[in-house]
T-cell receptor, first 115, second 115 residues
Framework: DTGVSQNPRHKITKRGQNVTFRCDPISEHNRLYWYRQTLGQGPEFLTYFQNEAQLEKSRLLSDRFSAERPKGSFSTLEIQRTEQGDSAMYLC?????????????FGPGTRLLVL | AQKVTQAQTEISVVEKEDVTLDCVYETRDTTYYLFWYKQPPSGELVFLIRRNSFDEQNEISGRYSWNFQKSTSSFNFTITASQVVDSAVYFCALSEAAGNTPLVFGKGTRLSVIA
């Protein structure tokens, strides 16, 4: 069983540019979560989906952030007009509570650096 | 509001020593789940254990053991006979209800095991 995958693993961009990250969850996991982790801190929740429905968004998710999961499989997280404060590790996790897999399994993350 | 406190920012031990990582949590929920994750230098969060609020039995898995005490709202993690490969950042996390809701993480404890 393959784990959660994320692409790209690293992204360097200039302030003001748009970036998009992709997350592929463990197959048949219907819940998908996005977290952000800054240096020296624990991950902080951004948003999550059950199938294609976005169930909750954190206050951390400003208007410049948008996430989608159009077919209930992979998800994308887009940041528009990036700012230096967006530099962080973006983590994706998946779980499947309907099949007893409540534990969230994480991907390797996408490390974003905004110059 | 939910909160997880890991008061130890960094711990350094010599190989083969035992080490305990502390975790104190706050929640108003009567049903909740507690987790420990390991984050090695590669960055990926590795799931270690999940415990629900109704199960206060201690758990042992090889060199790892966990002590859950609702009376003190603590969920401490002990590594026996530490090894260099145990060097990582360890996160304690909490989720409400059935455990498939967003995780609230502590700030983590960086463990360095010196040969």
């Amino acid at each position: 069983d393959t784990g959660v995958s994320q692409n790209p693993r690293h992204k360097i961009t200039k302030r003001g540019q748009n970036v998009t990250f992709r997350c592929d969850p463990i197959s048949e996991h219907n819940r998908l979560y996005w977290y952000r982790q800054t240096l020296g801190q624990g991950p902080e929740f951004l948003t999550y989906f059950q199938n294609e429905a976005q169930l909750e968004k954190s206050r951390l998710l400003s208007d410049r952030f948008s996430a989608e999961r159009p077919k209930g499989s992979f998800s994308t997280l887009e940041i528009q007009r990036t700012e230096q404060g967006d530099s962080a590790m973006y983590l994706c996790a998946s779980s499947s509570p309907t099949s007893g897999q409540e534990t969230q399994y994480f991907g390797p993350g996408t490390r974003l650096l905004v110059l | 509001a939910q909160k997880v406190t890991q008061a130890q920012t960094e711990i350094s031990v010599v190989e083969k020593e035992d080490v305990t990582l502390d975790c104190v949590y706050e929640t108003r929920d009567t049903t909740y789940y507690l987790f420990w994750y390991k984050q090695p230098p590669s960055g990926e969060l590795v799931f270690l254990i999940r415990r629900n609020s109704f199960d206060e039995q201690n758990e042992i898995s090889g060199r790892y053991s966990w002590n859950f005490q609702k009376s003190t709202s603590s969920f401490n993690f002990t590594i026996t006979a530490s090894q260099v490969v145990d060097s990582a950042v360890y996160f304690c996390a909490l989720s409400e209800a059935a455990g498939n809701t967003p995780l609230v993480f502590g700030k983590g404890t960086r463990l360095s095991v010196i040969a």
